[in-house]
């Protein structure tokens, strides 16, 4: 059968919908095999006939899953306990403060178990621009709750002259390992600036993904007052590689 345009009324005529017109269905809808389609669905062709199908998810961007905000008081954590199923997960923060008593950056990950307070090892690396490089490595931290990914380097939000801090964690959904990058000033130094790259597993969850994570700033593993964050935005991305 020759494909045929629609038909429409002209006046008193009825004639096909003229080549290069548009069809106006404002306030109508169109319905195909007898329904409208759900929510997010599209027509989609099997090449004789068409159909409403859910869209494709496709793969290779990313998703934001979550986003936190500290911008008054002291918070020592930053949780994320629904993580969804993605294939690579990266949490991003940025303007970054602590107290007047400066803390650690700390990364830690719940594997269905609760958060260990043991069994991480990890190795880092900070350059600073006065005090050179420094390695930090750990077999099996213990003391800590997680691992440290800044070195006494989130700053005073009273401070004049301090950079906030920013950086990202990444890890996939196929085990414990993770990357981290830390970027910021050295404590209350306006003067030494610090970055510090992270890399680290659980020696009892190599091949178990992470079902929640969490930031903390810590003083010597510890909520102490005034090393908590005062401020900084922090987003959860996750990418789906199919």
Same mark, same amino acid.
């Not at 269905?25 to 159909?51: F, K, M, P, W, Y």
């Not at 990950?109 to 900070?126: E, L």
């Not at 993904?209 to 007052?225: C, D, I, Q, W």
């Given at each position: 059968?020759?494909?045929?345009?629609?038909?429409?009324?002209?006046?008193?005529?009825?004639?096909?919908?003229?080549?290069?017109?548009?069809?106006?269905?404002?306030?109508?809808?169109?319905?195909?095999?007898?329904?409208?389609?759900?929510?997010?669905?599209?027509?989609?062709?099997?090449?004789?006939?068409?159909?409403?199908?859910?869209?494709?998810?496709?793969?290779?961007?990313?998703? @934001?899953?979550?986003?936190?905000?500290?911008?008054?008081?002291?918070?020592?954590?930053?949780?994320?306990?629904?993580?969804?199923?993605?294939?690579?997960?990266?949490?991003?923060?940025?303007?970054?403060?602590?107290?007047?008593?400066?803390?650690?950056?700390?990364?830690?990950?719940?594997?269905?178990?609760?958060?260990?307070?043991?069994?991480?090892?990890?190795?880092?690396?900070?350059?600073?621009?006065?005090?050179?490089?420094?390695?930090?490595?750990?077999?099996?931290?213990?003391?800590?709750?997680?691992?440290?990914?800044?070195?006494?380097?989130?700053?005073?939000?009273?401070?004049?002259?301090?950079?906030?801090?920013?950086?990202?964690?990444?890890?996939?959904?196929?085990?414990?390992?993770?990357?981290?990058?830390?970027?910021?000033?050295?404590?209350?130094?306006?003067? @030494?600036? @610090?970055?510090?790259?992270?890399?680290?597993?659980?020696?009892?969850?190599? @091949?178990?993904?992470?079902?929640?994570?969490?930031?903390?700033?810590?003083?010597?593993?510890?909520?102490?007052?005034?090393?908590?964050?005062?401020?900084?935005?922090?987003?959860?991305?996750?990418?789906?590689?199919?």
């Amino acid at each position: 059968m020759a494909n045929k345009f629609p038909l429409i009324a002209d006046g008193t005529a009825i004639k096909e919908l003229p080549s290069g017109d548009n069809l106006d269905l404002t306030g109508s809808g169109i319905s195909i095999s007898g329904g409208q389609g759900t929510s997010g669905q599209v027509l989609q062709s099997n090449g004789s006939t068409v159909a409403w199908a859910d869209a494709a998810g496709g793969g290779g961007r990313w998703t @934001q899953i979550a986003t936190s905000t500290v911008s008054s008081g002291e918070v020592f954590s930053v949780e994320f306990s629904s993580l969804g199923s993605y294939d690579e997960y990266e949490l991003r923060y940025q303007g970054v403060l602590s107290g007047s008593n400066p803390g650690d950056l700390n990364i830690h990950f719940d594997y269905g178990s609760g958060y260990p307070s043991t069994g991480f090892r990890y190795k880092a690396r900070m350059f600073s621009n006065t005090s050179g490089t420094y390695n930090q490595t750990s077999n099996s931290n213990s003391g800590y709750l997680g691992v440290n990914i800044s070195w006494n380097t989130l700053i005073s939000s009273s401070g004049t002259a301090r950079a906030p801090a920013f950086g990202h964690v990444a890890w996939t959904n196929s085990g414990s390992l993770f990357k981290s990058y830390y970027y910021g000033n050295q404590g209350n130094d306006a003067n @030494q600036l @610090q970055s510090m790259e992270t890399i680290g597993a659980h020696n009892s969850y190599e @091949q178990t993904a992470p079902t929640k994570v969490k930031l903390m700033s810590l003083n010597s593993g510890s909520e102490t007052t005034n090393s908590g964050f005062s401020a900084g935005t922090f987003t959860l991305y996750g990418l789906s590689n199919s």
